[in-house]
């Protein structure tokens, strides 16, 4: 993972310091250039005469969208501070995007690098958005966390779970963490049985030999879902064995289904206790 690019979301609140700074460690530890994309929003005050009169609305989003341009100069002010810090080479992208369109705007960025790195704020604003669409739009593989609760890197990678079902995405999730695997101190390979038919046991062995060829040694693990979500399960896993990075696919059933059923990434989105490491 050479070429990695960080998202900074500077509205209605920016990224902070601190997801910047583990970003910055991040890259420093995988070797990698990284590129922080900050991003000013573009409100697009629809032309009112009403609200024009009311609550002069092209100056409260003028208003807003220099707030926005002064988040993202902060942040990568942050950022290229760090970068000196932690000795990491890279650079900054100041860029402009519409309120929503700003998913696809990361998302087109994101598909020319290794990896995408999205820091979640709070899920109740305009990044979760931004995260499905990086995830599904960018054909790339993609790292969420969350400082305060799941934190990158903050003892080092000790114990990375992959999560497998034998899916074409699971297999897309592998292959993305493959560079990351050898720098983890234990790889424990996850099968959660009676969750999907065709999540059967024993298919861990294999994962097991692919990742030994590439020189990582790994344990194969299986566990009863016992009629618990499967991401109530994936979560109980990585909180009992410590791990500080979670592979998975993203979505292995159609978007439609995982809203009605409550699929893992779902689940995970909505409340990460741990990085998340996602390709679809």
């Not at 650079?91 to 998302?107: K, P, R």
């Not at 993305?176 to 999907?196: C, G, Y």
């Not at 998975?248 to 809203?259: D, H, K, L, P, T």
Request: hydrophobic share 45%; with cysteine.
């Amino acid at each position: 993972m050479k070429d990695l690019l960080l998202h900074i979301y500077s509205y209605p609140d920016p990224t902070p310091p601190e997801a910047i700074d583990q970003a910055v460690r991040f890259a420093a530890a995988v070797g990698g250039d990284l590129t922080a994309l900050a991003v000013q929003v573009n409100l697009q005050a629809s032309s009112n005469y009403l609200a024009s009169r009311l609550i002069n609305l092209a100056a409260l989003c003028a208003e807003q969208e220099a707030k926005s341009l002064a988040a993202c100069k902060s942040a990568v002010a942050v950022f290229e501070e760090k970068l000196a810090t932690y000795r990491v080479t890279g650079g900054s992208l100041l860029t402009q995007a519409d309120l929503y369109a700003i998913g696809s705007h990361v998302a087109l960025h994101a598909r020319t690098r290794d990896l995408c790195l999205v820091p979640m704020v709070d899920g109740r604003d305009g990044q979760r958005a931004v995260t499905e669409a990086v995830v599904f739009g960018s054909g790339r593989p993609v790292l969420l966390f969350r400082p305060g609760k799941a934190e990158l890197l903050g003892g080092g990678l000790s114990t990375v779970v992959v999560a497998w079902d034998g899916s074409p995405t699971a297999a897309r999730a592998l292959a993305a963490a493959l560079p990351l695997l050898p720098k983890a101190r234990q790889v424990r390979v996850l099968t959660v049985l009676n969750e999907k038919a065709e999540a059967r046991a024993g298919l861990g062995a294999e994962v097991v030999r692919h990742l030994g060829v590439h020189g990582v040694e790994a344990i194969a693990d299986e566990v009863d879902a016992a009629n618990r979500k499967v991401g109530q399960v994936l979560s109980d896993y990585v909180a009992e064995h410590g791990s500080d990075l979670l592979v998975m696919g993203a979505y292995g059933r159609s978007r439609i289904q995982e809203f009605i059923l409550g699929g893992a990434t779902e689940s995970l989105l909505a409340n990460p206790r741990m990085p998340l490491l996602l390709a679809h």
